[in-house]
């Protein structure tokens, strides 16, 4: 298993590493004024930053421009799943660094999402702006109704009338769908209720702009509204759509989100891993400069032990990232199915106790905004939830590991009897 990253990545390495330092990490302060400023003098935290949007043509001068694209005809310079690992991991330091280099959520998974599945049509018509980052899209699946950890539950129906498709339900949580320049939604609902279970589903191009979409408000996560991203409740009412806008055909819907949500998840993990990696930078800088009892805080060995557990955590999680990462590359996201949903257990947990630990160290100073760290840490806690909550995950893994020890039918199940 080789985890060496190609030359190209390294050289990409250095150039992001760089732009961060230059031009990301002295901005943090003046992006949230920003978002306050436009609330005040507008009336409207939810419009583009400036900050970002002249930070963008810098990016795309440098080649740091959709680097999470996978090898295709439209990105014949694409990256492997192992190669972006790193460059996702620098940017996830900063949450608002992603869309300066047009690799942010959810546009990133709907973008692979129209390239694997979408019309040539479509593509041209969505794909091509959002590689230019000229728009913004969302994805529509989970629903307030129901347990939506269960995909199947999903009621919003997406029904056939002539040359159309009619929809109607509730979505929430939709991310993105506050920003005006969210122009589309892959909406995911239910084509054929009396269909077997995993056939009753399909996805469907819904433009944002189309008569019915209603967005409802906006949805605080521990009482951040996170403008100009967002989350929010949307209401589908009767929605009309030309029938073409279906992606792939009726009942194809958990197809198309298992070819989703592999690469999704498993760059939430590569995000998650660069916070981590911050929350422990910032922790051990606060350490080494308080004095507490006449000595340094980073030489009582309480702190001392959390720093070294914070490293382990964080190399083994690292590790495992790579591990599905490589898997993903070599044998597909089907094969790689336990790697994906074990990292994706394993990446928010680690990265939420370092960052307890570093809010920890800094005491009042961490649950304030004089850090990034009390908004890492809401944000960060959102991924046991999204892309699935760690329960199903760990679910999944532990079929996968019962299924290699199911015995076949007249297989003895006693350990046999050996004798020393």
């Not at 919003?156 to 320049?181: C, F, H, L, M």
């Not at 909406?187 to 702009?209: C, N």
């Amino acid at each position: 298993m080789e985890f060496d990253y190609s030359d190209r990545c390294k050289q990409l390495q250095d150039k992001l590493l760089k732009f961060m330092d230059e031009h990301i990490y002295p901005n943090e302060k003046a992006y949230k004024a920003e978002i306050d400023r436009n609330g005040v003098e507008k009336g409207n935290r939810w419009l583009p930053t400036k900050i970002i949007e002249d930070l963008k043509p810098l990016a795309r001068e440098q080649g740091l421009w959709n680097l999470f694209l996978p090898k295709s005809k439209r990105a014949p310079e694409g990256l492997s799943n192992l190669d972006y690992a790193p460059l996702c991991e620098i940017m996830g330091r900063v949450s608002w660094a992603p869309e300066v280099f047009n690799c942010s959520a959810p546009d990133t998974g709907n973008m692979e999402t129209l390239e694997r599945y979408a019309t040539e049509e479509h593509k041209q018509q969505w794909l091509e702006p959002l590689l230019r980052g000229e728009i913004r899209s969302a994805f529509a699946m989970t629903e307030p109704a129901v347990a939506s950890s269960d995909a199947t539950n999903i009621a919003t129906r997406i029904e056939r009338q002539g040359n159309d498709y009619v929809i109607n339900g509730t979505k929430w949580w939709i991310s993105g769908a506050g920003d005006p320049r969210c122009k589309i939604f892959i909406l995911m609902g239910k084509t054929d209720p009396e269909a077997p279970r995993h056939q009753q589903q399909s996805m469907i191009l819904v433009p944002a702009d189309t008569a019915g979409v209603d967005i409802k408000r906006p949805l605080p996560v521990f009482g951040y509204d996170d403008a100009p991203h967002g989350h929010c409740e949307i209401v589908f009412e009767n929605v009309r759509v030309p029938a073409s806008n279906i992606l792939l055909g009726e009942g194809r819907g958990f197809e198309i989100a298992q070819g989703r949500l592999g690469p999704g998840r498993i760059h939430h993990c590569m995000r998650a891993i660069g916070v981590a990696e911050r929350a422990l930078e910032l922790m051990c800088k606060r350490l080494n400069s308080r004095v507490a009892f006449g000595r340094r805080i980073s030489e009582q060995s309480i702190w001392r032990e959390r720093v070294a557990e914070a490293r382990i955590q964080i190399d083994t999680a690292r590790l495992l990232t790579l591990k599905a990462a490589y898997m993903m590359d070599t044998v597909g996201n089907k094969i790689a199915k336990a790697e994906i949903a074990m990292i994706k257990v394993l990446a928010p947990n680690v990265a939420q106790q370092v960052l307890d630990w570093a809010i920890q160290a800094y005491g009042a100073a961490g649950v304030s905004d004089e850090t990034p760290l009390a908004t890492m840490w809401a944000h960060n806690r959102t991924l046991r939830i999204a892309d699935g909550p760690d329960e199903v995950h760990r679910n999944a893994v532990a079929k996968l590991e019962l299924a290699k020890h199911m015995s076949l039918p007249g297989e003895d199940l006693e350990l046999p009897v050996t004798r020393s």
